[in-house]
Every structure is written in C-alpha cells, then in structure tokens.
C-alpha cells in the first residue's frame, strides 16, 4: 500500500506532502490544476519513463519520495533480496532528477538503478488511465492480455523453445541443402579433376626432384662426347695412359746403365701414372654417371609438364597438388553422403515441428480455456456496471505459426443482445467503452496481490446512475484490494471516496503552483457541488452533493 509521497520542486509544485490511506483515495480539480503531474511524479520516483524536464523552473533538482507498507508475503520482497538490498516492513523509494536530465534513486537508502525500480513498481502499482486505451484496443496486445489473464507465461515459453529448436533445426536442413546444391553444380568439374589427381598422384617435393633430374640428363647429353674424347686420352693404348707406360719400361730397361740418373724420371712416371690411373677412374665414373637413357628423360619431361599444368590448372603451387587432390577428395565424399545427411537433417526437423505442434496445440487449449474464463468474469464485472446485457467475446482462432503459437486472439463485444459484435472501438461508445476497459483490466489483475491501483479518469464519458456504478466498483475493488487512487472528475465517483484531496493551482508571487489539499466533510460538499454546478456553487448542488455523500 502507498503511505505517503513526498513530491519536491518537479514541475509546478514546490513541496507536497501527501498521506495516504486504505481504501478509495480520491483527487479532483479542475483541468489544468496538476492532478496529472502527481502521477508524473509517482512514475518518477517508481522509474518509469516519461517526460524529461520535470525540475522545477529555477530549481537545481526535483525529488520524490514514494513509501510503501510490505506485508510479509508481498513480491516486492522477492525483487529487493534479488537486487541485494535491504528488505523491511517499510519500502522507501527515493528518486532525484537534476537540471540536465540527470537521474539518482535509492531503494531503502541503497543506490539502485531504474530497472529495479521497475521491477519493484510491476509489485506496487497498476496504473489504469486514458494511456492504456491503445493497448487494450490493440489486437496485437489481445493475446499478450489472455496469455496474463490465464497464467499461461510457462506454456508460451515452452513454445517458443520449441519455436527456436524447430527454426534451429530448419536452418540447418536448408544450409546442408544450399551445400549439396552447390557441390552439384560443381560435380563434373570435381570428379574430373579429382580423377586427374588421383592417376597423376602428384607428391610433395616431386616436382623440384623432377626438375633436377631432368636437368641432370639435358647436361649429360651436351658434355657426354667431350667426357668420353677426354677418356680416350687419357687412356691405355694410344692414350696418356699407354704413352707414360712405355716411357716407363723403355726408362727401366736402360736404368742400369745409366746409374743414379734416371731415378728422379722414373719415380715421377710411377706417381703420375698413379694419378693418372685415379683421373681415368674419375672420368669413367663420370660416363656411367652421366649415361641415361633417353626415354627416361621423356618420361621425366612427361611427368614434370604434368604436374605443372595441373598446378597451373588449379592455381596452386605443385607442392599443394596433394592437398588440393585431398579437398576435392573430401567434397566429393560429402556429396556422396550429401542425401544420408540431409535425410537425418530432415529427421531432425520433423522431431522438432513434433515437439512444436504438441507444446502450440496443449497452448492453444489452454487460451481457449482461458478465453472462456475471461468471458465469464467480463459477463460478472460488466453487470454492476450497468451493461448486464452486453456481450464481452475472446476468439480464439487458428493463424500463422510462429513463436508464439499459431492463435490469433480477437477480444469482441456487443453491446445489446442481438446486435452484431464487433472491435472494441468501433462498436462501443464513450461511456461503454469506459466501463468495457474498466472491467477488462479489473479481469486482468485480479489476481494481483498487494497493488495500489491507481485509475486515472477511467470514468470519462459516463454520468448519472452509470457514473455512480462505476464508483461502487471502484470503491469495491479497493475495499478488496487494500488501496485505489482514483483522480476523476465525476462527483458521483468522487462522493464514494473514503478520502477526499482536491488539487488546485494557486498564483504565489508571481509563480503558479500546485496545491493539493486534504477535505474533511465540508469541504467535501463544497467540492461536489463545485463539480456538479461549475464555478457557482448554488445550494441546488450543495443538497446534491450532500445526497451524494449520504
């Protein structure tokens, strides 16, 4: 319940204090008068988001100061211990907005945010006014509405897992297929390159090995006829070789008698032909070395332009033929299981639209269930309003699927027995309208614990015993509640207010100002005569006000 609210510097009030109480707290005044800045002010402090510039002209800041009664089993208990702040019997909440938009607030005079604050207000505060018509009006919301009514919040978030799993599943299915498609269109050109790979099997550091050997045989042919004239010469026979062995025997065959002078030539010979025996091994070395035959050099030549054209073909370096070979390889294996995988893929999806259908049908039972109870309770809530006969419909029909179900939700009356149903706004007046609203969110937080309901002209467009119905359900609805606050301008919901403030503007140097002033019994019938007759209060109205009041 709201105890009290201090409101400091915000807009055109100075300082108020405002103490209030249970059961059906009343604000009148005149238009202008700044009843709708007290619940600017009450949004405020509760965070919600409004307009900006409420400072006061010539103030620095505004404040508001908002206090609050938590019985023991109140949800705002369970927002406080979840922000990590203090919990009590007493909540105040404390909010200051500065010049330049700036914004504090405290919670039991702890910082918070503005999102506890919000958080803590859905537990305090039902705010039902002219701002909630297109809501209400909306069948967009209509769904949302039947969905809070009926307590269905867990249904809807089961289907929308399920929603998420079945487009997850979707996704997949159709990547897989856009995959598949596009391997297809690539399929003869993977399959020949794929075949040229594999007879070729082109391996890592082949190609350099190649280019090596081929240059090894194109050099043996151009020198190998040199190699070999050389050879010759330095051979047996007619050769070096053969020359220096006979100077040999023809020196040792005169060396005896020729003495010591011979010896120095003949060991010379030796060693030369010792060398000479070496350089020939060499060179015969070198011709085997430097033989090859001709065909392998062509198979050589072969094998190289291959692997080059094929790297060349495929833009990739030769040593990166093998791991070129291995990705075609390995798309051409996923085409090939391409069809197994997209069947699993559609498996899975058909589980998914299952588990879909079955959480979106157990919902769609579920709002028609609730859509039957929301009619009853509208059947009940309309009748002390006057409209007994009218008609109050919530259809449920079959749509589009999608997170939220596949329920189209339509919220329809009529108001007088056998006339046509229809949308809210076009087949209801003003004042039908009014009471329509009235008991379609008095349905839809019934079950609210805890909650200052606050209506604010919620009775426009209705007068005479309709008005006075109106105010009867307001008074009940906070005898049950605990507290409403309700800013009007009818006197016969004003007369059954249990407490009575009248907001007034006031001209104090130079300066307009709000004041809100607490009536006791008098001026109570002061103020409803001034409501009933206008600016002249006559005693005609002063006896109707009282009547009122009685």
């Known amino acids: 319940m709201l105890r009290s609210l201090d409101i400091r510097d915000m807009l055109i009030i100075d300082r108020l204090e405002l103490d209030f109480r249970p059961g059906l707290n009343v604000l009148t005044g005149e238009t202008g008068a700044g009843k709708s800045i007290l619940l600017d002010s009450l949004g405020f402090v509760l965070g919600w988001r409004g307009r900006a510039d409420l400072v006061r002209q010539g103030a620095e800041e505004g404040e508001v100061v908002a206090v609050f009664d938590l019985p023991k089993d109140h949800p705002a208990r369970e927002v406080l211990t979840e922000a990590g702040l203090p919990v009590q019997d007493e909540l105040i909440l404390r909010r200051v907005n500065r010049t330049g938009g700036a914004k504090s607030a405290w919670v039991n ?41 009926g307590g269905l919040e867990g249904q809807v978030e089961a289907v929308r897992m399920a929603w998420r799993g079945l487009a997850k599943a979707r996704k997949a299915r159709e990547a897989a297929e856009a995959r598949l498609a596009a391997a297809r269109e690539e399929e003869d050109f993977l399959r020949h390159s794929g075949a040229e790979l594999e007879k070729l099997d082109p391996q890592p550091g082949e190609e350099a090995e190649l280019d090596a050997k081929r240059r090894q045989m194109q050099a043996g042919q151009r020198i190998g006829e040199d190699v070999s004239r050389a050879a010759q010469a330095l051979g047996p026979g007619e050769g070096a070789e053969g020359r220096m062995g006979d100077a040999l025997r023809w020196l040792e065959g005169v060396a005896d008698r020729a003495g010591e002078a011979l010896d120095p030539a003949i060991e010379a010979l030796n060693r030369a032909l010792v060398e000479l025996g070496e350089a020939v091994q060499g060179v015969e070395d070198a011709i085997e070395a430097l033989a090859f035959d001709p065909m392998e050099l062509e198979r050589t030549e072969e094998r190289l332009f291959a692997i080059r054209g094929l790297a060349r073909k495929h833009g990739v370096a030769p040593d990166d033929l093998g791991t070129f070979a291995a990705d075609i390889a390995e798309k051409l294996a996923a085409l090939d299981k391409g069809e197994g995988d997209i069947a699993d893929l559609m498996a899975a999806e058909a589980s998914a639209a299952a588990v879909y259908e079955t959480a979106s049908e157990a919902l769609s039972r579920a709002r028609t269930e609730a859509a039957r109870r929301l009619d009853a309770a509208m059947g009940a809530e309309l009748a002390p309003l006057k409209m007994e006969r009218a008609v109050f419909t919530t259809g449920v029909t079959v749509g589009e699927a999608g997170p939220d179900g596949r329920d189209d939700v339509v919220f329809t009356v009529a108001t007088n027995p056998g006339a046509p149903s229809g949308a809210l706004n076009k087949i209801a007046s003003g004042g039908e309208l009014s009471r329509f609203l009235l008991a379609l969110k008095v349905c839809l937080t019934r079950d609210a614990q805890g909650l200052t309901m606050i209506f604010d002209e919620i009775d426009r467009g209705v007068g005479g ?40 503007k006031a001209v104090e140097n130079d300066v307009t100002l709000s004041r809100v002033t607490p009536l006791d019994a008098g001026e109570r019938v002061d103020e409803i005569a001034r409501m009933i007759s206008g600016d002249t209060v006559t005693d005609e109205a002063r006896a109707a006000a009282a009547s009122l009041l009685a």
């Open 109 to 149: 005079d702890r910082r918070a945010s503005g999102d506890v604050l919000r958080a803590l207000s859905d537990t305090l505060v039902e705010l039902h006014g002219q701002q909630d018509d297109k809501g209400l009006l909306n069948p967009r919301t209509h769904r949302v509405l039947l969905d809070q009514f």
């Open 465 to 504: 015993a309709t008005a006075d119905a109106v105010g009867r359900r307001l008074k009940a609805l906070a005898d049950e509640g605990g507290q409403g606050l309700v800013v009007t301008h009818s006197p016969q919901v004003a007369a059954l207010g249990a407490h009575h403030w009248r907001v007034a």
